[in-house]
C-alpha cells in the first residue's frame, strides 16, 4: 500500500541550527512523485519542492535541501540555519495513481518543527 | 496569494446541520481536489473533478457530495454534520487532469467547526 511516514512529531530547535525533517514513503509504483509542501501558523498549504522517482539528485534551494535515496526510501528534508519564520508544519507527500492514470497526493502526518529565537 | 479561492474561510454550525464549502480553483486549472485535516486523521483526501466530472473518490463520507460547475468552481456539500465533521477543508488545483507530476496548489482552507 501507499504510505508515507513522518516520524518526528515535533522538533523545536534554537535559530542558526540545521535541522533535517524525516520522510519514509512506501509504493508499488516504478514511476512515482514525491512533494514537500509546508504549513504556517496561517494554516494554507504551500509546494516546496517536486521529486521524481528517477531523479536521485539531491536539491538545494537557498536555506533548503533534498536528500532522496530510493534505495532506502526516503526523500529527507534539511534546513540550514534556521529561521524563526520557518516554523511550521512540514508535510511529505507521495503521488498516487488510480484509476490507471489520474493521481492524488498521500501525505504523511507532518513534522511540527518551531525554530526559538 | 496562491490563486485558489475558498469560502467561507470559518464556519460555526451545529450538528444535523448542512453547509456548503465553495472553491474557485486558480485561472486555467481545470483540476479541483478537496481533502479534509483533521487532528486524528491528518491530511485526507476526498474527491477529484476534472473539467466537471468525477475521477475519483477517497475518503469520503456518504453524507458528503461535491460537485464542479461549467465555470470550474467546486462545491463541497457536508450534510447531518456531525462532532467529528469538524476539520479544515482544503481545495486543490492544477491544470491537468492526470499525471503523478501534479503540483497541487492549495486554497487557504475553510475551518468548520460543528458544535
Known amino acids: 500500500a501507499q504510505k508515507v511516514t513522518q516520524a518526528q512529531t515535533e522538533i523545536s530547535v534554537v535559530e542558526k541550527e540545521d535541522v533535517t525533517l524525516d520522510c519514509v514513503y512506501e509504493t508499488r509504483d516504478t514511476t512515482y512523485y514525491l512533494f514537500w509542501y509546508k504549513q504556517p501558523p496561517s494554516g494554507e498549504l504551500v509546494f516546496l519542492i517536486r521529486?521524481?522517482?528517477?531523479?536521485?539528485q539531491n536539491e538545494i534551494s537557498g536555506r533548503y535541501s533534498w536528500n532522496f535515496q530510493k534505495s532506502t526510501s526516503s526523500f529527507n528534508f534539511t534546513i540550514t540555519a534556521s529561521q524563526v519564520v520557518d516554523s511550521a508544519v512540514y508535510f511529505c507527500?507521495?503521488?498516487?495513481?488510480?484509476?490507471?492514470?489520474?493521481?492524488?497526493?498521500?501525505f504523511g502526518t507532518g513534522t511540527l518543527l518551531a525554530v526559538q529565537p | 496569494d496562491s490563486g485558489v479561492t475558498q469560502t467561507p474561510k470559518h464556519l460555526i454550525t451545529a450538528t444535523g446541520q448542512r453547509v456548503t464549502l465553495r472553491c474557485s480553483p486558480r485561472?486555467?486549472?481545470?483540476?479541483v481536489y478537496w481533502y479534509q485535516q483533521s487532528l486524528d486523521q491528518g491530511l485526507q483526501f476526498l474527491i477529484h473533478?476534472?473539467?466537471?466530472?468525477?475521477?475519483a473518490k477517497g475518503n469520503i463520507l456518504e453524507r458528503f457530495s461535491a460537485q464542479q460547475f461549467p465555470d470550474l468552481h467546486s462545491e463541497l456539500n457536508l450534510s447531518s454534520l456531525e462532532l467529528g465533521d469538524s476539520a479544515l477543508y482544503f481545495c486543490a488545483s492544477s491544470p491537468y487532469q492526470s499525471s503523478g507530476a501534479n503540483v497541487l496548489t492549495f486554497g487557504a482552507g475553510s475551518r468548520l467547526t460543528v458544535l
Open positions: 507527500a507521495l503521488s498516487d495513481r488510480y484509476g490507471g492514470a489520474t493521481n492524488k497526493l498521500i
Open positions: 485561472s486555467g486549472d481545470l483540476s
Open positions: 473533478y476534472y473539467n466537471g466530472e468525477e475521477r
Open positions: 521529486r521524481n522517482s528517477f531523479d536521485e
